[in-house]
């Protein structure tokens, strides 16, 4: 327990400790995984948004199917 409560939060806040301005570039493999990562987070954003404007028109469709099963 002494070990979780003492040098696991000072692990992290070393692990975790943000990049000076200006801080290296991260290596091809890692940037076109970040350039797919935030361009599938911004297609579920979107797709969760225009779920959530047409609620009674996808509420009719999932009964539908449900009715159809």
């Known amino acids: 327990v002494f ?7 000072a692990l992290c806040a070393t692990i975790l400790k943000a990049a000076p301005e200006g801080g290296h570039k991260p290596n091809a493999l890692f ?29 009719v469709v999932y009964l539908l199917i449900c009715a159809g099963m």
Do not use: I, W
């Open 31 to 59: 940037a076109r995984f970040n350039t797919l990562f935030e361009k599938s987070t911004q297609h579920y954003t979107d797709s969760t948004r225009s779920l959530l404007r047409c609620t009674g028109r996808y509420m």
């Open 3 to 9: 070990v979780a409560m003492s040098l696991t939060p």
